[in-house]
């Protein structure tokens, strides 16, 4: 069997396995799927820049956010039915995240993850400063009415389920296929020498760039399809700790692995579920394991699995 | 007037702060993000001991002038060496480990201190009355308008600062410590061939840089409260302040400081507060985009 | 008209003067070998002709065009490959895909290319290895082969056999010879026997400038080259 008929394979599974837990699982996990299979979306999102490209942001939240209030305010305030709402979403985050990266990405190391913090926690303050219209913290809710389309309506919870599978098995056959693909390969060179892949000619800002775009338009889809499926749109998913979650997910599923979003999305969200039914302190945990992982285990989840059992993991 | 005193309480304390920040980052090169959380520490462990102590409220809060810090600093450097040490204090690596420093800390103290705001009482608290100058008839005149005037408190932190800042410059300059740890910030591997015991100026910088942050979170309890999320904004101001200052430079730290501690007071009154940090933020952004070495720094970060 | 002229390039680095003044001319065709003591400015000089350091003062033509102000990438594109002195290499990647994404740039035919090359510096049977396992002689011979998958008109090569076996700096020998037919190449090297083996003409770097430019056995004989380098006499 060839590697790519492997990956195919492997990845096919996964989605093969999400479609089949649906008729397995309690009806109690189905809505936290849903959350995991949307927040494993934005953090493949995350992954295509740092575990791909190895760029290290620290902002995007601003992203993800982007996508859910280019949704939620074009339906709470123009009136727009969820597919036009959708791309709303997808645009501003694609808008958005050319314009940061055009800016951060003059800057390497430690000043881009400073500037991209900076300039999420700039789009968070700007978010509260409009307050009348976004809400603020509080946030703002969608009403089922609005978020019906096409006769599908997002707040049942089956339908749920299969639109936020639809949109991970997308996402993921999409980065299977790009980090595959020429370009990505690229990326994959300027994570190991950036000094070498432009002497062989590549123009690095380019690329750079062009992940940056790809990566914060991929979180904007994980943040539009958050406020179509749950019906919520709220400040706090601009915050630090949203940009901070997906690093925290893709170190522990295995940076620059497919599947390692996926991993650390579900065990996180797990870990915070159970954890929080005990105290509310519960981000201790978070930042325990981000310690943890930076101490023990570099690779993540992922990492091993490449390094035991298939070197060809994509 | 009356502003600009408020700002420079304001600019004291973020002084402090701020050196901290940029000492561990010019000596060791390690972005500490955590910072803000030893701040906090250093606002709730003051809150904790001068409770603790009986007697005249001024026994207490020397007490915590005292033991705050050194416990602070005392933890900041057991992380150094338990945890920056074994990441070989890899720039990267550094930030997210001390992002997840962070969430420990400040969810540690959520679960012993509690989510309530506490206040510490200040040792002394006279009101002053300021002179205010004017032309009058027989020219320059002074006044002493009822409506102009600060607590004693408030010119014990700005002058309790500049006593410690000026300690620190004193201590980098004209001490042997000073010397071998700017030896350490020029080049570290050589500082070990020459027998400077890096791992220790390491962690004893480490321990200072928190310190100093818990120094000024001690000095503005009286006036602010205690707190668990406390630690966002001096971390957000003293990033600022590093950064326009020149990163790891200590007098423009000082400066920027000042400017922006000042400014704060003034800005509000032009702009909303949440506008005041946007534009603050986005300043931070460009100022690292375009001029890296900082609005005064001349040479390259 | 030549392939690739420099007029007064100038590198300094705060006051210290790493290249001075250089102008210099590069025939289609020859192999030319750049020497000079450590620090000479070699590394400098030829940084600055592919675009990774940029000159304080001069100009740079290649092909009979102005590419002073071109940035790296494009300048390889205009085809010019670059080995550095300090190996350089995708460490955790293949060797084959550390052939590929040379091949890939010039929209080679991978499967072809990229075992010629990897064939032609020995390494043919490694194609899987991981680039970091390699020894370092063939870490330098890998990028050697990342040089030549690039199929480019002008080759740099910085201190080649630097780190390589006797038997190993041999097969490179035969290898400039039989690439002379493909490339012009521009070679730093240290190893004299190697230079005089080669090299169609010399060009001496000292402290920054040219101290003398010629044939080997010219250069050879030159008293300032001895004095300078050689350390003959
Ligand atoms: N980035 C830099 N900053 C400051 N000085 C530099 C820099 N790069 C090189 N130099 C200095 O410029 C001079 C020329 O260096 P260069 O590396 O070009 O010499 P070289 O001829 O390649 O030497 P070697 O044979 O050792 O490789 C040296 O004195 C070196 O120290
Ligand atoms: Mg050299």
Redesign the interface.
């Known amino acids: 069997m060839t590697e790519t008929a492997k990956a195919v394979i492997l990845h096919l599974g996964l989605i093969a396995v999400l479609f089949a837990l649906q008729f397995v699982l309690p009806a109690y996990h189905h809505g936290n799927m849903a959350r995991v299979m949307v927040l494993a979306t934005y953090a493949m999102g995350y992954n295509l820049l740092f575990g791909y490209t190895g760029l ?1 942001s ?1 902002g995007h939240a601003m992203f993800f956010a982007a996508g859910m209030y280019g949704m939620a305010l074009t339906v709470r305030h123009l009136g727009w039915t969820p597919p036009p709402a959708l791309l709303a979403g997808l645009l501003s985050g694609a808008v958005l995240s050319a314009l940061v990266g055009a ?2 990405l ?2 390497v ?3 881009f ?3 991209t913090l ?2 999420s ?2 789009a968070y ?2 978010i ?2 409009f307050t009348t219209w976004t809400r603020g913290e509080e946030g703002f809710v969608l009403q089922q009415v609005q978020r019906v389309f096409w006769g599908i309506d997002p707040s049942d919870p089956t339908t749920r389920y299969f639109l936020a599978l639809l949109v991970f098995a997308t996402c993921l056959m999409l980065s299977l296929w790009l980090v595959r693909s ?1 370009f990505g ?2 990326l ?2 300027i994570r ?2 950036e ?10 800002f380019a690329h750079k760039l062009g992940a940056v775009v790809i990566s914060g338009t991929m979180s904007a889809t994980a943040g539009a399809v958050y406020a179509l499926l749950f019906g919520y749109a709220g400040a706090s998913f601009a915050g630090v700790q949203y940009s ?1 979650l997906p ?1 925290l997910w893709v ?1 522990l599923g295995g940076a620059g692995t497919l599947i390692g979003p996926f991993i650390g999305a579900l065990f996180t969200f797990y870990l915070i579920d159970i954890t929080s039914g005990y ?6 945990v ?6 943890a992982l ?2 023990f285990a ?1 690779q993540g989840i992922g990492g091993e699995i490449r390094a035991r059992v298939w070197r060809g993991l994509p | 007037m009356l502003a600009s005193l408020e700002g420079a309480v304001t600019a004291a304390v973020l002084a402090l702060t701020a050196v901290g920040l940029s000492l561990v980052f010019g000596i060791m090169r390690v ?1 500490n993000v955590a910072h803000g959380e030893f701040f906090m520490l250093g606002a709730v462990l003051a809150w904790w001991v001068s409770s603790w102590f009986g007697g005249h409220v001024a026994i207490g809060f020397v007490a915590a002038l005292v033991i705050a810090p050194m416990l602070v600093g005392a933890v900041a450097a057991l992380a150094d060496v338990t ?1 920056l040490k ?2 070989d204090y890899d ?3 550094t ?3 001390t ?10 103290v ?2 012993t201190y509690g ?1 309530e705001a506490r206040p510490v009482e200040p040792p002394f608290n006279t009101r002053l009355a300021l002179p205010w100058f004017e032309w009058g008839e027989n020219g320059l005149q002074l006044y002493w308008p009822w409506g102009l005037s600060t607590t004693s408190y408030k010119l014990f932190v700005i002058a309790a600062a500049a006593v410690v800042l000026e300690a620190v410059w004193l201590l980098m300059r004209h001490t042997k410590m000073g010397l071998v740890m700017r030896a350490t910030q020029l080049d570290g591997e050589m500082a070990q061939v020459f027998g400077i015991p890096v791992e220790r100026v390491y962690a004893f910088t480490f321990g200072l840089g928190a310190g100093l942050a818990a120094l000024g979170a001690v000095l503005i309890v009286p006036i602010q409260q205690a707190h668990y999320l406390m630690g966002g904004d001096p971390l ?1 101001l003293s ?1 600022i302040v590093v ?1 326009i200052g020149g990163l790891g430079s200590l007098p423009g730290t000082v400066v920027a400081a000042l400017l922006i501690g000042m400014s704060d007071g003034i800005i509000s009154v032009f702009f ?1 507060p ?2 005041a ?2 534009l603050a ?2 300043l ?3 100022v ?3 001029r ?1 070495q900082g609005l005064f720094g001349t040479r390259t ?1 | 008209m030549s392939l690739l002229s420099t007029s007064g390039l100038s590198k300094e680095f705060g006051g210290l003067r790493a290249v001075h003044d250089v102008s210099f001319a590069l025939e289609e065709g020859e192999v030319r070998a750049l020497i000079g003591p450590n620090g000479a400015g070699k590394t400098t000089f030829v940084g600055m002709l ?1 675009g ?1 350091i940029e000159p304080s003062a001069g100009t740079v033509r290649f092909d009979g065009t102005d590419i002073s102000r071109l ?3 494009r300048r ?2 205009a085809g010019m490959a ?1 080995t ?1 002195q300090i190996t ?6 293949s060797c084959h ?1 550390n052939v ?3 091949v ?3 929209k080679g035919n991978v499967a072809k290319d990229v075992p010629e090359a990897l064939r032609r510096v020995g390494l043919a049977d490694r194609a899987e290895q991981l680039a970091g396992d390699l020894s370092y002689g063939h870490q330098r011979l890998l990028e050697i082969a ?1 040089g030549l998958a ?1 199929k480019p008109r002008l080759l740099i090569l910085d201190e080649p056999t630097q780190g390589l076996a006797d038997s190993e700096i041999e097969d490179f020998v035969a290898l400039i010879r039989e690439l002379k037919a493909e490339a012009t190449i521009l070679l730093i090297e240290h190893n004299m026997a190697v230079v005089m083996e080669v090299a169609d003409a010399i060009t001496v770097l000292n402290f920054g400038e040219v101290l003398a430019e010629g044939a080997p056995a010219e250069i050879r004989a030159n008293r300032e080259v001895q004095a300078a380098y050689l350390g003959t006499g």
């Open positions: 290290l620290l800016l951060a003059r800057t190391g430690v000043a993850m400073i500037v900076m300039f926690q700039a303050l700007t509260l400063y020429g390969k690229v994959i060179a190991e020498n000094d070498r892949a432009q002497m062989l000619g590549y123009d690095i901070i690093l170190l105290t509310s302190a519960y981000m201790a978070v930042g325990a394991v981000l310690i930076t101490l570099r | 972005v945890i074994r990441i720039p990267e690596r930030i997210v480990v992002i997840g420093l962070l969430y420990v800390i400040q969810q540690v959520l679960m989510p957000l990033f950064i909303s949440t506008l940090k946007i933020t986005l931070v952004a460009l690292l985009v375009f890296p970060a | 592919c990774r940035p790296a990438h390889i594109r670059y550095f350089s290499v995708f460490a955790r990647l895909e590929a994404l040379a890939r740039r010039r990342m690039q």
